[in-house]
C-alpha cells in the first residue's frame, strides 16, 4: 500500500510470510486528546492525567480504538499494493482482542504477517493478514488481530 504496487503473481507469493513491522508511533497525550474529542470518549483514563495517575493504571492510556485506528498508517507502511488495482478497502476483522494498555508517552509499531489470499467473483481479491501491535518495551502486544482487505481489480 505504502510501496511501489507489485504484479498480483508476486503478491500471491507473500501469503504465509511475515510482510514486514512499521515504524514507530509516538503516542502522547495530544494524539489521545483529538481522538477523545473526535470519538466523545473522554473517560478520565484517557484525558486525565492525575486521575488516571492514582488509578491502577498509573497514568493516562491511549483509547483501544485509537491504537486500532493506527493499523491503517502501518499498513501503508509495509504491505505492497497490487500493480493495475482500483482500490483496496477495509473488509473487516475476524477477529481483535486488545491484550495491554498503551501507556501515554509510549510508542508502537505494527507487524504484518499475510496469511491468505482468496478470488472473490471476476474483480475482487480478499486478503486476511494477521497483525500484532507491539509496544515499544513491552512483553507483550496491545492488540492482535486477523484483518480482511479487499482488492478491486479493473473489470477485464
Known sequence: ??????????????VG??????RWFEIDQARVDR???VTEDWQYIH??????????????????YL????????????????AGAEMLVNYGMNSLRFLSPVPVGSRICGRFQFRSLERRGDRQWRSEFGVSVEIEGAS???LVAEWVTLTMMPPQ
Open 35 to 37: 481522538f477523545a474529542d
Open 67 to 82: 491504537t486500532l485506528s493506527l493499523l491503517t498508517p502501518m499498513a501503508f507502511d509495509v504491505l505492497p499494493s497490487v
Open 140 to 142: 507483550a502486544p496491545a
Open 47 to 64: 484525558v486525565d492525567p492525575v486521575a488516571a495517575a492514582n488509578s491502577p493504571l498509573g497514568g493516562t492510556i491511549a483509547h483501544g
Open 1 to 14: 500500500m505504502g510501496m511501489e504496487p507489485i504484479a498480483l503473481s508476486a503478491y500471491r507469493a507473500l
Open 17 to 22: 510470510q511475515e510482510i514486514g513491522v512499521s
